[in-house]
């Protein structure tokens, strides 16, 4: 599968933010999805997974209470809305999907394919 995220740009602090995670190549139901952000210098956090039918949503620590995941199975997209952006917000956000159900979410090792990300500056 071919994962391609997009929608990020400059904010304001305080501003939300939809991005988005497009996939293609094999189908869309067959994959959980993830995103995780990166800082260059330090590792990939992880944010958020829904399950492969959307019934079901995680949330990791970093971004909790300030996003919401969402996935539409007939744009083959997953979304990942964010609110009350700070600077310390500013990464490049990746989606990815494991192969089968990780272990862990947040455990990156799990997740067999990624997209290239996409940049979200959030100015103070």
């Known amino acids: 599968v071919q994962l391609v995220e997009s929608g990020g740009g400059v904010v304001q602090a305080g501003d939300s933010l939809k991005i988005s995670c497009v996939a293609s190549?094999?189908?869309?139901?067959?994959?959980?999805i993830a995103w995780f952000r990166q800082v260059p210098g330090k590792e990939r956090e992880y944010i958020s997974a829904i399950s492969r039918t959307g019934m079901s949503t995680y949330y990791g620590d970093s971004m909790k209470g300030r996003v919401t995941i969402s996935r539409d199975a007939a744009k083959n997209t997953v979304y990942l809305q964010m609110g009350s952006l700070k600077p310390e917000d500013t990464a490049v956000y990746y989606c990815?999907?494991?192969?089968?159900?990780?272990?862990?979410?947040?455990?990156?090792?799990?997740?067999?394919?990624w997209g290239k990300g996409t940049l979200v500056t959030v100015s103070s």
């Open positions: 990815a999907a494991p192969t089968i159900t990780p272990t862990r979410w947040s455990y990156t090792h799990e997740y067999t394919y």
């Open positions: 190549g094999d189908t869309f139901d067959n994959y959980h």
